[in-house]
């Protein structure tokens, strides 16, 4: 999984460590027993870190020095913080599969679950993904549960889906709750609404989550200029109220915010190949190996355009299949680590699945993101969210 590989002999050690780079890398330090447990870290300055560890130690020193029972270095040079957690995850998830995530302290992000195998479905906040190919649908990752639940109480303020946990069993003699009482719920708890108008309201809630709340934008919109069409002022000033509600309700929904099966992305990240930068896809949440593309001189870029060397580089990038939702979790958490960070490097751009059903990129962007972060600067101003 490494690329790179020095035997250590300590009488050698000056010409070892001149021989390892100062820069960026993911390594591990094993000992001449190939079942002896490796020591496996990232750092900032590889040259350094392997001094501090293998270097003679110093007398009533308490710092770790591993210097008479390593043989061998391994390691990777990274480009990015981003590509070495990622790098790290998978080193570690294969050395130690059983304490991996203990070592990484994982934590998985929080997600609006829209449980549809439930006869009377509804939604609710959680970190775990069931299996993989049931009928729910999640939404996220979101910056915390907080986060999470804010948006999804305020948002459902919109519609009269059911927000208690329980499975109904419809009676006509139920009270109902609160919900009910103030007309903010369908009821289907004691049959206020037929099964057919619960599941119309339930579409609309998917369709809401799924196009970033734009389909009620239009709704409203639509709505309100059809009143004022009409000459029924009052009650396209209601409508226009709703929609200024709902504006900063929106305003809390981060452009990383997805369907899980269509979060589908191209993460652009500065690499430790000279001339290139690091193209890493996201689909479905799961994140592949790092391409490192070339960037060629100006006058080699005449014979093929930018825009189609990207689309090739990106078909070239095996999709990672789903071997559990465990995996597709802990891809997620590293994800949602670097994305929500407050400064974070590098550019990520999202496919749109409401203009293509296969979710088409914005390379041209992408182009741009590619220069950006090859000249190192920052990234492209904020645009205003229009779909998921």
């Known amino acids: 999984m490494l690329s790179e590989r020095l035997e250590f002999i300590a009488e050698r050690d000056a010409e070892i460590f001149a021989s390892a780079p100062a820069a960026p890398a993911v390594f591990l330090l094993q000992g001449e027993d190939a079942h002896s447990e490796p020591y496996i870290s990232k750092t900032a300055n590889l040259r350094r870190r392997l001094q501090r560890l293998l270097g003679p130690p110093t007398e009533r020193s308490k710092k770790l020095n591993l210097r008479d029972r390593i043989h061998w270095i391994e390691y990777t040079p990274v480009g990015s913080d981003f590509e070495s957690g990622f790098l790290l995850y998978k080193l570690l998830r294969s050395v130690f599969p059983k304490s991996y995530a203990a070592r990484l302290r994982l934590r998985f992000a929080p997600f609006l679950k829209l449980h549809l195998e439930n006869e009377y479905p509804r939604a609710s906040i959680t970190t775990r993904l069931g299996r993989l190919n049931g009928r729910s649908f999640y939404y996220g990752p979101f910056p915390s549960r907080t986060a999470a639940e804010k948006f999804a109480n305020d948002s459902l303020d919109f519609f009269k889906m059911r927000r208690c946990v329980d499975d109904l069993r419809p009676d006509p003699a139920f009270p109902g709750c609160i919900y009910s009482e103030m007309k903010m719920c369908l009821a289907p708890c004691f049959k206020g609404c037929t099964d057919g108008e619960y599941a119309a309201e339930v579409g609309r809630v998917q369709t809401y989550f799924e196009s970033g709340g734009q389909s009620l934008v239009r709704q409203i919109a639509v709505e309100r200029e059809k009143a004022s069409s009409q000459l029924e002022f009052e009650n396209a000033a209601a409508q226009h109220a709703r929609l200024e509600k709902l504006k900063p309700v929106l305003s809390q929904l981060p452009e990383m915010v997805h369907r899980l099966d269509q979060l589908s992305a191209v993460i652009i990240q500065p690499s430790a190949a000279p001339e290139s930068v690091n193209l890493f896809r996201v689909d479905g949440g799961l994140i592949s190996s790092p391409l490192a593309f070339a960037i060629p ?23 990672v299949a789903p071997r559990s939702a465990l995996e597709t979790m802990e891809h997620l958490a590293l994800l949602r680590r670097w994305y929500y960070r407050g400064s974070r490097k590098g550019e990520i751009f999202f496919a749109d699945f409401l203009g293509n059903e296969k979710g088409a990129l914005p390379v041209r962007r992408i182009v741009r993101g590619v220069a950006r972060v090859y000249r190192g600067e920052g990234p492209e101003p904020a645009v205003e969210r229009s779909a998921m």
């Not at 100006?298 to 999709?319: G, N």
């Open 297 to 319: 001189p100006p006058k080699h870029t005449r014979s093929q355009s930018m825009e189609s060397r990207i689309q090739e580089a990106l078909a070239a990038i095996p999709t």
